[in-house]
């Protein structure tokens, strides 16, 4: 029986890395803040997969480290399995998510939903909504892509939030570099 | 109505959403991996760890004071008493420091400790008994005292390389524990005395009352 912590506890550190490197170190920058938040999300993944993984026999192929990643990496860092996933067998995954714990609590800013409900829908009000809530998104991403390039996948992960501001569901999507593809 | 007793501690803990503690380690240690890489200076990095403490601490504060059903206390007299009477004997800083992690359970206790002693209340530690963490080290005034942990979830798997030695690893807590404090109108100073990353036997913060705050609305209910 491992130690456990409250979970407000990584919740404000998740809250706390968000804010400190968008609105601190790298407030003029969003691209750059992006990059070292998902570097940090990185470096978690690839040890949680490390320990995870510990007393498993190796994965023999793709898709059985997959199904680990949504079973039961994902039950031990968001408490639930994935809802869905997809594939089309040529190196894209996408798994959804429609609950995310992460988000699941997360408000947005009033000012801006009013905004963006008074112009049209896509307006540029919206693109901010979204732009607050990718930010803490490259950390979760950054996890599943260390957790994959630990099992020997190299990938590419990222996350569409399609009805925001509900956050209802959450994609990662996987593109193998070439050579991993064999 | 009548006033819900506080709750103690371990009770809160039992019924917070938790996580594996090993998320919450490693996160943290990427962060200060990440802040090492950024800032440099491992000067800075104490800075940032430490701010970043601060803000977690003035929102768990809340979190803390919603869930444990402990009343506000005006005053060091009314914390003591509050303390004296209820068996369950959580200050505010053990009831925040429990509910994090069972370490917590020491800093709540520091901060009642302190209220305390200053209005000279002859309550035994004894109550606190049972806790991963002890209060110690009380100055003859009662404004300064020790939160020693034996225990430190956030240093599992940690070992400091020799460039790290200004480091202070774990600066995190001290910011939450000033925060938190400071929320609750006590303006306090955290320092670590001793850190098991440097070789020590234990961890020790010193917390020192800087002053009590008044509390200040900004505003009159009658006018």
């Known amino acids: ?182 | 109505m009548a006033p819900v007793a506080p709750r103690s501690g371990d009770a809160i803990f039992a019924n917070v959403e938790r996580v594996n503690a090993e998320l919450f380690t490693l996160t943290y240690g990427a962060i200060v991996r990440q802040l090492l890489t950024d800032l440099e200076e491992v000067e800075e990095v104490n800075k940032q760890l430490d701010q970043m403490g601060y803000n977690i601490g003035i929102r768990l504060i809340d979190e803390f004071l919603a869930k444990s059903n402990v009343s506000r206390c005006i005053d060091f007299k009314e914390t003591a008493e509050v303390i004296a009477k209820k068996s369950h004997g959580d200050g505010f800083l053990e009831g925040v420091w429990s509910w994090i992690h069972p370490g917590f359970l020491r800093k709540q206790k520091r901060k009642k400790m302190e209220k305390r002693k200053i209005e000279n209340e002859s309550v035994g530690l004894k109550m606190f008994l049972g806790v991963t963490a002890t209060v110690g080290n009380w100055n003859a005034e009662g404004t300064t005292c020790s939160l020693i942990l034996e225990d430190n979830p956030l240093v599992d798997f940690v070992e400091l390389p020799d460039t790290c030695q200004g480091l202070y690893y774990c600066n995190i807590l001290s910011g939450v524990i000033r925060g938190a404090l400071e929320m609750v109108s006590m303006k306090t100073e955290v320092t670590w005395i001793r850190d098991m990353l440097r070789g020590d036997d234990a961890f020790e913060l010193q917390l020192k009352l800087l002053k009590q705050v008044p509390e200040e609305y900004p505003y009159k209910d009658d006018e």
């Open chain 1, 1 to 182: 029986m491992g130690r456990e912590v409250s979970e407000s506890c990584v919740e404000s550190l998740l809250t706390e890395i968000v804010s400190s490197y968008c609105n601190g170190f790298y407030a003029d920058k969003p691209e750059l803040a992006a990059r070292r938040i998902e570097a940090i999300g990185f470096q978690v993944g690839h040890q949680l997969s490390e320990r995870y993984t510990m007393d498993r026999p190796r994965f023999t192929d793709h898709l059985e480290a997959i199904k680990f990643i949504c079973k039961d990496f994902w039950s031990e860092v968001f408490k639930k399995q994935i809802d869905n996933l997809k594939t089309n067998h040529r190196g894209t995954f996408v798994l959804q998510d429609n609950r995310f714990r992460w988000l699941s609590r997360m408000s947005v800013d009033p000012s801006i939903e009013t905004l963006g409900s008074i112009q049209d829908p896509s307006a540029m009000a919206e693109n901010k909504a979204a732009q607050a809530i990718g930010m803490h998104l490259y950390f979760p991403c950054g996890i599943i892509r260390g957790a994959l390039s630990n099992l020997g996948i190299p990938c590419a992960v990222s996350a569409d939030i399609s009805n925001l501001p509900a956050c209802k569901s959450f994609h990662f999507e996987f593109f193998y570099s070439a050579n991993s593809l064999n």
